[in-house]
């Protein structure tokens, strides 16, 4: 399986580097690793313009992405209009790796559109309990505030529910930027497992 490294859970400078390997970048620049870079742009749940989307795609080429992570991504019919125009225009950019962040799983017209979709992207106590309904093998799963005696625990939890791709993870989404900084720095600063 595939391993996709959200903002808040940046691979250790040891991981040796494959092609099975993702980390969402939040902003173009630096290089905060090695590895195959997916720049993260948040559609706010279908709320933002096409035209800043548009921006930050533009942005995410001239910096030399290898694709991108639509976060916060609209999980209804309403929003594939918008989300297939995007994908459509990132593919004419170059920018053919697209993951679709919305979280949850998606009204099934957004199966046609050929990237990968993040059907669950929250904590463990959540993950636990999810049913999988509406997600399909192959889906990415992102399990975050896993207690890290739990984190094999939960990879096979992934495994066994299809995850294609994600990761599991003892670190936090709401990590404050200062922490997240350190935390790219650091080599131990949380312990992961991919999927």
Known sequence: ???????????????????????????????????????RVDLDWGG???????????????????????????????????VALTVRLAARRGLHRVVLNPGVPTHPLYRDLGVRICTFDGPWSAYQGWDGDGGRIGDGHLVHSVPTSLITAARRLMGRRGAGFGLATDAGPLLSAAVAGAVADSADSCRTSGS
Do not use: I, N
Not at 63 to 80: I, K, N, Q, T, W
């Open 1 to 39: 399986m595939k391993t996709l490294f959200p903002m808040y859970a940046q691979p250790s400078p040891e991981l040796a580097l494959d092609a099975d390997t993702w980390v969402v970048q939040e902003r173009p620049g630096p290089r905060r690793s090695a590895h195959q870079v997916l720049g």
């Open 48 to 82: 933002r313009s096409l035209a800043d989307v548009l921006a930050d795609v533009d942005a995410w080429r001239e910096d030399g992405a290898e694709g991108l992570f639509l976060d916060r991504a609209p999980a209804g019919s309403g929003g594939v209009g918008p």
